[in-house]
Nanobody, 126 residues
Framework: VQLQASGGGLVQAGGSLRLSCAAS????????MGWFRQAPGKEREFVAA????????YYLDSVKGRFTIARDNAKNTVYLQMSSLKPEDTAAYYC????????????????????WGQGTQVTVSS
């Protein structure tokens, strides 16, 4: 499956952005989806994940209540709605797809996901 992330940009602290990740090539609804981010000089960090049906979602503690992950299987797209953005949210954001049955313990693990998109840069100014 090929993944194409978009929607990044420059925003002031407190602002909002919505990232999108469009999938092609395989049956999108067969994959659990995740969002990760990576700031310069730091390791890639889990942000959020959603099961293939959309019934289950998982979040990094520091984004709970501010970020929402959602998917539209008819459009082969997963979204990350980000609100109340902070400068520490600045990073390249990556979407990922995995065929393993997703559950809380493995959702944050990069090895859970077989396919990765290119990053989209989010910069939050103070």
């Amino acid at each position: 499956v090929q993944l194409q992330a978009s929607g990044g940009g420059l925003v002031q602290a407190g602002g909002s952005l919505r990232l999108s990740c469009a999938a092609s090539g395989r049956t999108f609804s067969s994959y659990d989806m995740g969002w990760f981010r990576q700031a310069p000089g730091k390791e890639r960090e889990f942000v959020a994940a959603i099961s293939r049906s959309g019934a289950n979602t998982y979040y990094l503690d520091s984004v709970k209540g501010r970020f929402t992950i959602a998917r539209d299987n008819a459009k082969n797209t997963v979204y990350l709605q980000m609100s109340s953005l902070k400068p520490e949210d600045t990073a390249a954001y990556y979407c990922a797809a995995g065929s393993k049955a997703l559950y809380r313990a493995i959702a944050p693990v990069t090895g859970t996901y077989e396919y990765w998109g290119q990053g989209t840069q989010v910069t939050v100014s103070s």
